[in-house]
């Protein structure tokens, strides 16, 4: 089956030191179908754009480590992430802990059915704090739109292949 994606827009918000990025898909499966992907830590942490490795702590914690080039700059960076809500079968929500740098985000997964098709949207919001914060704002607000549409197309193709 054919997939058929509507990107829709996604925003950045750049306050001082914080960037948001959020993306929505449209995806030809039930809900079920999403919830039963994106409920697996271990199925969606390689779909994460520069994804390098990443480690299961517990059904609610892992670290994860990417790696990536921006501007000419090859950086490794560790994040923890929390999985603060499962709510069965449309929502997802976690928090973000920069082990190599120094931010903070969050972020949520959620699904919404109707018509045969699921609207599936990732958002993420990273805050960089500290003295490097004003290093990594540019950084941030670069890559954190662009990691939210990547990680919701790439979550959605698998879905749609292993539906």
């Known amino acids: 089956m054919k997939s058929k994606f509507t990107t829709h827009t996604y925003k950045v918000k750049v306050g001082i030191l914080m960037a948001t990025g959020t993306h929505t898909v449209e995806i030809p499966v039930d809900v079920q179908a999403v919830w039963d992907y994106v409920s697996d830590l271990e199925k969606w942490a390689t779909t994460v754009p520069g994804y390098k490795e ?13 790696e990536g080039k921006v501007k000419g700059i ?4 560790q994040v923890q992430v929390d ?8 929502n997802i929500m976690f928090k973000l802990k920069g082990l190599s740098d120094n931010f903070t985000g969050s972020g949520h997964f959620t699904a919404e059915e109707g018509n045969g098709k699921t609207t599936m949207t990732c958002t993420v919001n990273v805050n960089a704090g500290g003295l490097s914060g ?8 670069w890559a954190v739109p662009k990691v939210a549409s990547r990680l919701t197309e790439s979550i959605a193709r698998k879905i749609v292949v292993f539906s």
């Open 54 to 66: 990443h480690k299961i702590i517990n059904d609610r914690q892992s670290i994860w480590t990417f």
């Open 74 to 77: 090859k950086k490794t960076i």
């Open 83 to 90: 999985i603060t809500e499962w709510n069965e079968p449309s």
């Open 134 to 141: 004003a290093v990594l704002t540019p950084i941030i607000k």
